[in-house]
């Protein structure tokens, strides 16, 4: 198998993966932080992880630049979180 199969492959399953599960939370999370809610240490985590496994499939994005600006709407969603959870907990 070439590395573009094998790219794309890896690129359906992470697509998967995404829709199926990590989006789905990222939106709970930012719909719990644009109210008002704090974060618990388990949501903490899981940002770091999801924020993790987006560094991690940069280089595949790079071979694949028809896929960076759902890697960069990803990052902007994380951030739109993060900081709203930032913001949540100082004024508290």
């Known amino acids: 198998m070439s ?3 094998m790219d794309l ?9 995404f829709n199926q599960q990590r989006l789905p939370r990222l939106l709970e999370l930012k719909e719990r932080v644009d109210k008002g809610e704090k974060l618990s240490d ?10 993790q496994s987006t560094q991690e499939i940069s ?3 790079e ?10 709407q990803a990052i ?17």
């Open 3 to 5: 590395n573009d199969g």
């Open 9 to 17: 492959g890896t690129i359906s399953a992470l697509l998967e993966r």
């Open 42 to 51: 388990f949501d903490i985590f899981h940002l770091k992880e999801i924020m």
């Open 59 to 61: 280089p595949l994005a």
């Open 63 to 72: 071979r694949h630049p028809e896929y960076k600006p759902l890697v960069a």
């Open 76 to 92: 902007s969603l994380y951030k739109e979180i993060t900081d709203k959870a930032m913001e949540n907990e100082q004024k508290s």
